[in-house]
């Protein structure tokens, strides 16, 4: 039971939202990556401890792509098969995938390791093709790197570090020079935007009644000498 496992977390992730309706998202997350997928019993868990009705949490689930209500693997590759991916062998890298892992897309291999997907643009054109790994970004994935990749990420399963399939642990990689994918920092990580309170605008000056006899009062209309 996740209150059971994730107490502390779970109270913070409430902490942060003024209704407990907008914690969903992440609550969905969390058991994601603590059961693997959401299946019905996780989802239900989800919604008692947001004392929601069970019916807007599965629909929640139903809407998201990234929520997985079916066994997926301990790794799901996301190749991106968008126009510039492709031009740069997105298709051979797909194609490598499937001849070397055994599977078609959106299978998962016999021994739970790996769930293949297509998807569209992941928003790094510039480091074509590109592949995420539980939403961990690897770049410049040629069909001659999927073996080094491959390896790479089974020794990673082997890790005692927590690696969830939702992405919450997500790290940036691109082939160093022997070959193997190389863990890149982050120069900008993302931190929310400070938005400094703005005063409203003061009331406008009450506009002083016409004077008799003006047009307005007279209601006389003037012609434009044009």
Request: charged share 25%; net charge negative; with cysteine.
């Amino acid at each position: 039971m996740l209150l059971d496992t994730h107490a502390s977390e779970i109270e913070t992730i409430l902490g942060r939202y003024a209704s407990r309706r907008s914690a969903v998202l992440p609550l969905l997350y969390l058991a994601q990556d603590t059961y693997g997928h959401l299946n019905d019993a996780a989802i239900r868990e989800v919604a008692a401890i947001l004392d929601l009705p069970a019916t807007d949490v599965f629909e929640v689930v139903g809407f998201y792509t990234l929520f997985y209500n079916r066994p997926v693997g301990t790794w799901v590759l996301q190749v991106c098969d968008d126009v510039p991916c492709c031009y740069l062998g997105a298709e051979e890298l797909v194609a490598a995938l499937k001849q070397s892992l055994g599977i078609q897309e959106e299978q998962t291999t016999p021994d739970g390791m790996f769930t293949l997907q297509r998807v569209k643009c992941l928003a790094a054109c510039d480091r074509a093709p590109v592949l995420q790994a539980n939403l961990d970004y690897v770049y410049d994935v040629t069909a001659e790197r999927v073996e080094a990749l491959l390896t790479h990420l089974r020794e990673r399963a082997a890790e005692a570090r927590k690696r969830g399939v939702s992405g919450r642990f997500a790290e940036d990689y691109a082939f160093g020079a022997d070959g193997r994918p190389l863990r890149l920092e982050r120069e900008a990580p993302y931190t929310p935007r400070v938005f400094t309170p703005v005063p409203p605008p003061p009331e406008p000056a009450p506009m002083a009644p016409p004077e008799a006899g003006t047009e307005a009062e007279s209601g006389e209309r003037r012609v434009s000498p044009l």
